[in-house]
């Protein structure tokens, strides 16, 4: 244990010239920096002046996708990182990049080879029931953003997966209530998709069809620029046609 001063304050580990190299060879042979600072009673800022920082493992495509394979398989983030040997971060990264370039690709999948007319009508009254297509406003410093999202809840989880299976998108979340059935949730924050579905669904909607137009606006905007006054103006548009309690759906 480091020793303490009156104060109660860590007093400074005086290291020699062969604690030095010591603390290196450690390093080197692939020990932990926190058990470095066990071992040689040192602090986070003395191990950063006499260690480099650890470089991030670049991995090769078929690496990539060997990772990509597991998370979607179910494995854990914490059994991706000891198989693979790679951070936190970088895991997340490689999905959230994943994500992104499958986005693109179904957007332009459904613009090109759209679902059968019926399919589309019944989703559309299903969506006039129990679905909602909403914008989102987060506060942030120093300014403020919009997401939109679209989703569906009912407790059949049948209908809820012929959403999924037909955009090929959105991820399904169960809320299981005391003493109530089931409900299964689709949701989908991906705007490119959300766009190509606002556009096939748009003619066959009744209720939310004027929420619709309005959110459709919302992703033209957000795509042609940067221009909050534009994107604030259509959000209290939005406000005034949805109520409150809608909102937060």
């Known amino acids: 244990m480091r020793k303490r001063d009156e104060k109660g304050r860590f007093q ?6 062969e604690d030095m190299r010591n603390i290196r060879m450690d390093f080197e042979k692939g020990m932990k920096i926190k058990d470095i600072r066990k071992k040689y009673h040192i602090g986070a800022k003395t191990s950063r002046k006499l260690l480099p920082r650890r470089r991030r493992k670049d991995l090769t495509k078929e690496e ?34 994943r994500r992104k370039d499958s986005g693109i690709l179904t957007a332009q999948e459904l613009s090109q080879n759209p679902p059968p007319t019926n399919i ?86 009744i209720a939310r069809k004027a929420i619709a137009k309005i959110v459709y606006e919302m992703i ?15 959000y209290r548009k939005y406000k005034k046609l949805v109520p409150f309690r809608y909102r937060l759906d």
């Not at 400074?12 to 010239?17: D, G």
């Not at 914490?78 to 971060?89: I, P, W, Y």
């Open 64 to 97: 990539v996708h060997a990772l990509i394979q597991d998370y979607e398989n179910g494995m854990s983030v914490e059994e991706l990182m000891k198989k693979h040997k790679v951070g936190v971060g970088t895991i997340y990264n490689h999905i959230k990049k």
């Open 120 to 205: 589309l009508y019944f989703i559309a009254g299903f969506m006039d029931g129990d679905g909602s297509i909403r914008i989102i406003p987060h506060r942030s410093r120093p300014t403020k953003f919009y997401t939109v999202v679209i989703s569906a809840s009912n407790a059949n989880r049948d209908v809820i997966e012929l959403l999924q299976k037909t955009f090929k998108s959105g991820h399904i979340w169960v809320r299981a209530k005391r003493n109530r059935r089931e409900q299964y949730r689709w949701v989908l924050y991906n705007r490119k998709i959300i766009k190509v579905i606002l556009e096939l669904l748009m003619d066959k909607l």
């Open 220 to 234: 033209i905007a957000k795509e042609e620029k940067w221009d909050r006054r534009k994107q604030d103006a259509i």
């Open 12 to 17: 400074k580990t005086e290291l020699t010239e």
